[in-house]
């Protein structure tokens, strides 16, 4: 932890408004040379999330908006992350980047690059790098009456337990990206915690079909293994906590074609597992 | 003066073990790869304590519901040893082994069973940080050139 201290991006600035939150057990400030933008560092930028105060911080990220040119540019401490004209983009990048930040130094659970949803009380994860389809997969399920966990990260305890990580989601089309808040379009989102039930490795092709077909313990804890962000700081950790995951869930794997079609006959799949 | 070990001893150094109920998963901390060993290879990578021949390992294999052949102990030891999973031994694996076509044709295992029964290594590299940060606003990652080997099955 450190003192906060002005950062390279915009240390030359007079008056810095602050703001910091707390999450995972990390303590994240925010510095920025906008007033207006100190109150947009908040919960939203890491789910679960909660404002404290700037002090005994792990991480500062900065924003600054650039006196000549108005440009935006953020920092992760002294390192640059984007600079651009996009006050969006600039805020998408610190959030992104939070994310990670979190999902790397977590003390108190172990994070994989999965989405995930709730099912019967039961949580589903589908681990997968970017552009593997999770975000896509994970609306349809969501909209097909799936509970919303992440898009992107599965939150593990010790007892194997899933936590929400309920970020927007990110999906992506020919035109680009969008963020989609499952509130606004009435989707659930879970609350709480819970026991996997499965764990589903699918990736889309554009002649995909859904046949899944059995994956045993071992295999699914190296698809899990090879989607942790801490495995190779932390293996101890990371194997333990995957063992458990895989020892109380059942893996399937398929490849699969247009989200829309595959959502229900995956949650078809996933009743006739938990029946 | 060191004694050699009458059999193939497994290597414990730098390795995190997760026994699953008929797997193993193992990570290796000086590589920093990760291996699934299937419930043969499992079972024969346990008996290698340096004390046991080959042979006789060979003779339990029955307990997993394998005929008590010796190149299936030699098939699994060149893997485990390919893995880096053996701390050093006899050489008697080293010898030419009938492929597992022959086998699985030697030993009258059904295909759909083989693949099972046979003892396998699944291998990945724990992805890197750089690897493991999918980030959002980065553009469509470049296609693979060609399989690396990131991904390799020994068996």
Request: glycine share 6%; hydrophobic share 40%.
């Amino acid at each position: 932890m450190h003192t906060p201290t002005l950062l390279t991006g915009i240390q030359n600035l007079c008056s810095p408004q602050n703001s910091a939150i707390v999450a995972e057990g990390l303590r994240f400030g925010f510095q920025t040379n906008r007033g207006d933008l100190a109150a947009e560092f908040s919960s939203a930028f890491a789910p679960g999330s909660v404002p404290t105060e700037f002090a005994d911080l792990d991480f500062v990220y900065a924003l600054e908006q650039e006196s000549r040119g108005g440009l935006y540019a953020a920092y992760l401490e002294s390192r640059a992350l984007v600079r651009g004209a996009s006050l969006k983009d600039a805020l998408d990048s610190i959030a992104s980047d939070l994310q990670h930040t979190i999902a790397s130094h977590s003390r108190k659970r172990l994070f994989l690059h999965a989405g995930v949803i709730g099912w019967r009380d039961r949580a589903v994860l589908f681990p997968g790098r970017t552009w593997s389809g999770k975000s896509t997969l994970v609306h349809a399920l969501i909209q097909a009456g799936a509970v919303y966990f992440s898009d992107e990260f599965a939150a593990i305890d010790a007892r194997g337990y899933v936590h929400p990580f309920a970020r927007p989601l990110c999906l992506r089309s020919g035109v680009g990206r969008s963020a989609v808040r499952p509130e606004d379009e009435g989707l659930k989102i879970a609350s709480s915690p819970c026991r996997a039930c499965a764990i589903v490795a699918t990736e889309y092709k554009m002649d995909g079909v859904w046949r899944p077909e059995p994956l045993s313990p071992g295999q699914a804890a190296l698809k899990l293994l090879s989607n942790t962000i801490a495995v190779r700081s932390d293996p101890v950790k990371a194997v333990r906590y995957v063992g458990r995951l895989v020892s109380s869930a059942t893996a399937i794997a398929s490849s699969r074609g247009d989200a829309r079609v595959t959502a229900p006959l995956l949650l078809e799949t996933l009743d006739r597992l938990l029946s | 003066m060191k004694k050699s070990p009458l059999g193939p001893l497994a290597r414990k150094e730098d390795l995190t073990i997760e026994d699953l109920p008929s797997e193993t998963v193992v990570y290796d901390r000086t590589r920093n790869r990760m291996h699934c060993l299937n419930r043969s290879t499992s079972f024969i990578w346990k008996r290698c304590n340096g004390d046991t021949k080959v042979e006789e390992i060979a003779a339990q294999l029955p307990e997993v519901g394998l005929p008590a052949d010796l190149d299936l102990v030699r098939r699994a030891l060149k893997a485990l040893d390919r893995a880096h999973l053996l701390a050093g031994g006899p050489a008697s694996f080293d010898a030419a082994l009938p492929s597992r076509r022959q086998l699985v044709q030697r030993l009258g295992l059904a295909a759909g069973t083989a693949a099972a029964l046979l003892p396998a290594i699944t291998s990945a590299v724990a992805p890197t940080p750089a690897m493991a940060k999918s980030k959002d606003d980065h553009d469509k990652p470049k296609k693979p050139k060609k399989a690396k080997k990131s991904d390799l099955r020994f068996d």
